[in-house]
């Protein structure tokens, strides 16, 4: 599974960015599709919204009212609406899927390039 994320880039706070992400291979079917960051300075990277094949969408509590993640099934593909976006949310944000994958047990997860978001004050 390869993931191709766009969008990002620079706003002022307040503004609003749009982060796309598209899966695209073979055998294999997505469960959940979900957003991270990781902070600059910071190694672990922190979930930002998930979405699980036929499920509602949960999202950390520091994005809850601002941001909006979405998934096509048909194009497998999972985007991210920003809205009054902070200077706090500047990061790195990492398209991830989890995924079925033909003959094999379990959950395969993948990570997409990840994309740069910084918000100027």
């Known amino acids: 599974v390869q993931l191709q994320a766009s969008g990002g880039g620079l706003v002022q706070a307040g503004g609003s960015l749009r982060l796309s992400c598209a899966a695209s291979?073979?055998?294999?079917?997505?469960?959940?599709m979900a957003w991270y960051r990781q902070f600059p300075e910071k190694q672990q990277r922190e979930v930002v919204a998930?979405?699980?094949?036929?499920?509602?969408?949960n999202y950390a509590d520091s994005v809850k009212g601002r941001f909006i993640i979405s998934r096509d099934t048909a194009k497998n593909t999972v985007t991210l609406q920003m809205n009054s976006l902070k200077p706090e949310d500047t990061a790195v944000y990492y398209c991830?899927?989890?995924?079925?994958?033909?003959?094999?047990?379990?959950?395969?997860?993948?990570w997409g390039q990840g994309t740069q978001v910084t918000v100027s004050s």
């Open positions: 998930v979405i699980p094949s036929g499920a509602d969408a």
């Open positions: 991830y899927v989890a995924v079925w994958r033909s003959g094999v047990v379990g959950l395969t997860a993948y």
């Open positions: 291979g073979s055998g294999y079917s997505i469960h959940v």
